[in-house]
Nanobody, 120 residues
Framework: QVQLVESGGGLVQAGGSLRLSCVAS????????MRWYRQAPGKQRELVAS???????NYADSVKGQFTISRDKVKNTVYLQMNSLKPEDTAVYSC??????????????WGQGTQVTVSS
């Protein structure tokens, strides 16, 4: 089993910054990719950013130039640096990992989510 634990969410004023972290632990052989999703009330879940084991990144158009995803492979941790936050960035942010475990089974794992609230 693999566990993902997010941290770093909270309440911030518009224009502020937050840094989310997600630590993966457990029966990990290799993490293929890690992603951040968000879901605002009444809206569908949105893929915000992703990063592969090789370091390739992708961003939703809505956050390009505003958010930065990075990864510490040694610590099995992914970060999401969020700058110039806007009220529309308010959502529950969840970490996702595409993992190859120690018995060569590949599957997706999810964290519990962390609330980000941006006040105007």
């Amino acid at each position: 089993q693999v566990q993902l634990v997010e941290s770093g969410g909270g309440l911030v004023q518009a224009g502020g910054s937050l840094r989310l972290s997600c630590v993966a632990s457990g029966s990990i052989f290799h993490i293929i990719a890690m992603r951040w999703y968000r879901q605002a009330p009444g809206k569908q879940r949105e893929l915000v950013a992703s990063i592969t084991s090789g370091g390739s990144t992708n961003y939703a158009d809505s956050v390009k130039g505003q958010f930065t995803i990075s990864r510490d492979k040694v610590k099995n941790t992914v970060y999401l640096q969020m700058n110039s936050l806007k009220p529309e960035d308010t959502a529950v942010y969840s970490c996702n990992a595409d993992v190859l475990d120690i018995v060569s089974s590949r599957r997706d794992y999810w964290g519990q989510g962390t609330q980000v609230t941006v006040s105007s």
